[in-house]
Every structure is written in structure tokens, then in C-alpha cells.
């Protein structure tokens, strides 16, 4: 087999035959390097060499116990983990640098730690006194965590084989150092292989292995999207800079549903779990103002209510401004289109802002309805109705879809105190002591009703 060199992007993962300025794939400048071959010919040449031993089959209805969790007693990261860390997985956490990942896996190790787990720490970016004096300061000075501070992956496998903790903590993966490998540390070939090791080690060992990941300004984990194969569970630590709220979210979990999340606030002692994110969210929000709406949105596997804010302007460009922190932008342009097909509602020559308040990100289709009308009250200078929660999904036609869990979006709602709610019409809307629903079969009905206008 000839041994042709292999070019790959550092930033998306994508190879090619040949070097280039830019990446084709994602456009990326300067993040093609050459790589060796992977292990290609070595392997096939014991497939064709030697015959390999049988594996072991069984019928599905083998009996199978649900694996022995431990938790943590941080029930932000226990649920967001599916019920608590499950022996020898593998789980990567990423997030922006600065987001407060060395911080949340500090204080995970001190709690697993101090709940009876053996933890090694090992730091590739900070010292080992670093990490001290953060532990120190954190108040986790007397948890049972035993401290590294290494990049050399050989030496960091072999310490772990003699150790044999529970529970490594690898901060960060893009610093790990294969020797095997003749790239830089952080490249694709690098990560890639420290991260095989790694799960390979938690697989075969009985060690649950979490492996910190830088993300890089587009929201992918730097280097190679393939780490988030290799693991059993991928969690996002996220936030806005300058608030102090972080939100870790399961993007895949194979012990857990995906898409839980767990919301913690950063402050001078640590994080702080938040036990009633909805409260946090709308902590700032004073009495109903135009452009501001509630929704009460599923998150996972609990409802949280979190505030949309709307602003519309005239536009002094030529091209008017669309601008959405939060939420989906095209999902925006499909919203302004159908108020304007359907409603008659036109956008044309004024900007639009839209921003979910608190940072969070919300992805559910079933605030439609909820950014529908943040944009028309916004648009007609009306605030909604004093109390109200607004959730559905908006089809093109106009159409309001129902949603799921509709009985929980109104029960967290009247918990705060809300007491109304703008909802798509369903045959069979469940009832909630101290909650009035109002339910709308179109767009244009629910503008009527609200707005006085169609
Ligand atoms: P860090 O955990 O180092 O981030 P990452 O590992 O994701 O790069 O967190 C860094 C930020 O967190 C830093 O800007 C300071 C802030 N911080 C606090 O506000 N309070 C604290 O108790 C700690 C430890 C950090
Ligand atoms: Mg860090």
C-alpha cells in the first residue's frame, strides 16, 4: 500500500490529498497540516495474516443491571449526567475558554471525591499549586483529590494503571501529548489518539474518564468533532460572557436522555448550583413591558420559563438589521415571513432584535409563538396582557401547532406566579388551579384577540 501523505484541517476534521491555504470544507484559513497515515497498512495487514478469535454473542432479552451510579450531590451535574456518573464512561465537556470548566470539574472532583470515589486530577494547563490555590479558595482544600500536573499522556495511562482511581479527570485533552505522534499538541492527529487512549484506558480499566475540551469561536470542539464519537457522553458548559449564569447541556448521553440541562451561577466562591433556574431567568424582569414575553419552554426533562425581548425599529440602512441572541435566526426569518403572508404584518425597513434574557439558548419550536408575539407587541409599542406565558409552535400557514407537556409548561408557570396563558387551541387542554388558558387556532385569531388587529 503506498503511503501517500494525508493533509487534515485542524478545524473541521476533513482530509485531503493535498496542503492548501484554505480549507475547502469549512473555509477555515491556515489549519490544514500534514499528518502520517494512520495504522491503515499495519491492520490490514493482520486481517490478512491471522485469523481472529470469536466473540461472544447474546440473545437481547439477557439480563443486564442498570450500572451502579455514583453521584456527585451537585444535582445540577447529577441529572445532566442521567442520574449520576456510571463506572468506566467517558465524557467530554466542553466549552468556551474562560467559561468556568476547570472550575465545575474542580468542584465535581472534590464532591466525588468526598462521596467515596477515588479522584486523580490532572491539570495539563495549570500547575499543580494553581490548582491548589483554587481548590483552597473554593473551600474543597480537605477533599480526598489527588493532583497531577502533566501533558505526557505515557506517563499520565502508566500513573493511572498504578493508581487505579475511579475517576480521572483530564484538563484539557487539546494539551495532552501522545509520543507516538510526531503534530503539536492540540492538532486533530494529537487530540484524536490522546482521546482513544483515554476512552480506550476507561473501557478496559473500570475508569470513568472525564476529558476537558476547548471549543473554538464557532461553537465545535477544537480539532476534531471524532472525540465526540469516541465518548459516551458530550456536555457543553455554556454562558454568556458578563452574566454569571453557565448552563451545561447533554448534547448526546448513551446513560442519560440528551438534552438535560444543569444551571449553576459563577460567583467568587465557585459555582452555585440553581435550583429554580425559571426564577433566576426572570429575576430582572419588572412588569410587563412591549416587546417582552414569557415562554415557558421544556428544557430536557424540566419546564423553565425564561423572558423573550423584542425590539423593532425603523431601519436607517438600506438592508434592515436581523438580530437574534438566543434563538434560531432562521427560524426568525420564518416567523417575520409568516406574519407577513399570513397576517399582512409587513417587517420591511425596520431592524429586529430579538434576545433571550439570562443567556440561554432556547431551541424549542414551541416558542414560535412566544417570539410571534414578542415581535408584534414589540412592533405595536402593546405589552401583553399583565401575567401571561405565551408557548406553540407556528406552522407556515399560519396554523398553531400544539406542543408537548403542556400540563407541565402550566404548572411551572402558576408556581411563579403567572396566571394566564397564550396557547395553540387543543381539544383537550388540561386544567390548572389558578391558571387561565386562552387558546387560538391561527396566527391571525391570536393577533385579533391580542393585538386588536389582523
Ligand atoms: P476556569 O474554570 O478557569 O475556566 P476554563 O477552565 O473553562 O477556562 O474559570 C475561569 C473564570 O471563572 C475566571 O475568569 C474567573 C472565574 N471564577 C469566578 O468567578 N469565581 C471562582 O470562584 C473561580 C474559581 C473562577
Ligand atoms: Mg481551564
Redesign the pocket.
Known amino acids: 500500500m503506498s503511503k501517500k501523505p494525508v493533509f487534515v484541517c485542524n478545524a473541521c476534521g476533513a482530509t485531503t490529498s493535498k496542503w492548501a491555504g484554505q480549507c475547502d470544507s469549512c473555509n477555515e484559513w491556515n489549519s490544514i497540516t500534514e499528518e502520517k497515515p494512520l495504522t491503515s497498512s499495519s491492520s490490514s495487514k493482520a486481517i490478512g495474516g491471522k485469523r481472529g478469535g470469536k466473540i461472544t454473542l447474546t440473545a437481547l432479552d439477557t439480563k443486564e443491571t442498570p450500572p451502579a451510579r455514583t453521584r456527585s450531590l451537585m444535582d445540577e451535574l447529577d441529572r445532566v449526567l442521567g442520574g449520576g456518573l456510571v463506572p468506566s464512561s467517558a465524557i467530554l465537556v466542553g ?10 470539574l ?1 468542584q465535581a472532583a472534590a464532591m466525588f471525591a468526598s462521596n467515596g470515589l477515588k479522584t486523580i486530577y490532572i491539570s495539563g ?1 495549570e500547575a499543580s499549586a494553581q490548582v491548589r490555590m ?1 481548590a483552597q ?2 473551600g474543597l482544600k480537605d477533599a480526598p483529590v489527588m493532583l497531577g500536573a502533566e501533558t505526557n499522556l505515557r506517563d499520565i495511562l502508566t500513573t493511572l494503571e498504578e493508581e487505579k482511581p475511579q475517576l480521572a479527570i483530564i ?2 485533552i487539546q494539551t495532552m501529548w501522545v509520543d507516538t505522534v510526531d503534530s503539536a499538541p492540540g492538532s486533530v492527529s494529537q487530540v484524536r489518539s490522546a482521546a482513544h487512549e483515554l476512552t480506550s484506558f476507561a473501557k478496559s480499566k473500570g475508569t470513568s474518564v472525564i476529558l ?1 475540551g ?1 471549543v473554538t469561536k464557532d461553537g465545535q470542539i477544537a480539532g476534531p468533532r471524532v472525540v465526540e464519537h469516541m465518548v459516551d457522553t458530550v456536555l457543553y ?1 455554556e454562558g454568556e460572557r458578563g452574566h454569571q449564569f453557565r448552563i451545561l447541556r447533554a448534547v448526546k448521553n448513551r446513560f442519560g436522555p440528551a438534552d438535560e440541562i444543569g444551571v449553576f451561577e ?6 452555585q448550583e440553581v435550583r429554580n433556574p425559571s426564577a433566576l431567568f426572570l429575576s430582572e424582569r419588572g412588569t410587563a413591558t412591549p416587546g417582552s414575553v414569557v415562554f415557558s419552554g421544556i428544557e430536557g426533562t424540566r419546564p423553565v420559563l425564561v423572558e423573550f425581548q423584542a425590539l423593532v425599529a425603523p431601519s436607517p440602512h438600506s438592508q434592515a438589521r436581523r438580530t437574534v441572541v438566543g434563538w434560531d435566526s432562521s427560524r426568525l426569518a420564518m416567523i417575520l415571513a409568516v406574519l407577513e403572508a399570513r397576517c399582512g404584518i409587513p417587517f420591511a425597513g425596520l431592524d429586529v432584535y430579538l434576545n433571550v434574557a439570562g443567556g440561554l439558548k432556547v431551541s424549542e419550536p414551541a416558542a414560535d409563538l412566544a417570539v410571534a408575539a414578542a415581535l408584534l407587541s414589540a412592533r405595536e409599542d402593546a405589552a401583553l396582557p399583565e401575567g401571561a406565558i405565551v408557548f406553540g409552535e407556528l406552522s407556515l400557514s399560519g396554523a398553531l401547532r400544539n406542543v408537548s407537556q403542556t400540563e407541565n409548561r402550566l404548572k411551572e408557570a402558576q408556581k411563579l406566579g403567572f396566571t394566564s396563558a397564550i396557547m395553540p387551541k387543543g381539544k383537550k387542554t388540561p386544567k390548572v388551579a389558578g391558571m387561565a388558558t386562552s387558546g387560538y387556532e391561527d396566527l391571525t385569531e391570536f393577533v385579533g384577540a391580542i393585538f386588536g388587529a389582523g
Open positions: 466549552g468556551d475558554p474562560g467559561i468556568g470548566k476547570s472550575t465545575l474542580l494547563e483554587r479558595r473554593l484538563d484539557s476537558v476547548h458548559f459563577m460567583t467568587g466562591a465557585g459555582l
